[in-house]
């Protein structure tokens, strides 16, 4: 079995008036927010799939399905944590993580240092070992047209040290 493995993860959210905005953990202001059984974060939630793709531990919906009443409107954060713990109990720890927004509105820049924060924290990663990016899809497709947004990840993850 190798020392090291690489996940990737994909989430899709389509925007709806009346919901919070959540993205990386971090509430942000704006008129609509993703929709979802949880708290809809594309980021964290392409984070998770990332991570436990890379341990073949399976995907969210696997663990944290849609529909079970436990998960209605939960923080990904919590659900981040209990991916972690499935990693550990598993004999992985996660080394680094890079993450990509699509997203048109609103600009994220002055919020990624808060959600590197927080995806630090649930990790117990330096900030240094996670990278996110936000960029638009140049007003096309869904994404474009202000409809939605999606996210990607990448993690590594490695053996645990005895």
Known sequence: ????RVGIGYDVHTLKAGRKL????VEIFYH????GWSDADVLLHALMDALLGAAALGDIGTHFPP??????????????????????EAGWQVGNVDMMIMAEQ???????????????KELGLSPGDISIKAGTNEKMGFIGEG???????V????????
């Open 155 to 162: 993690a590594m993850i490695e053996k645990k040290k005895d």
């Open 32 to 35: 609509k927010g993703l929709d």
């Open 106 to 120: 609103p600009k994220l820049k002055e919020y990624i240092p808060r959600m590197i924060q927080n995806i630090s």
């Open 22 to 25: 959540v993205l990386g953990g």
């Open 67 to 88: 529909g079970d009443l436990k998960y209605q409107n939960i923080s990904s954060l919590i659900l981040l944590g209990r991916v972690k713990t499935l990693l550990n």
């Open 1 to 4: 079995m190798s020392t090291n």
């Open 147 to 153: 409809q939605g947004m999606a996210a990607q990840a």
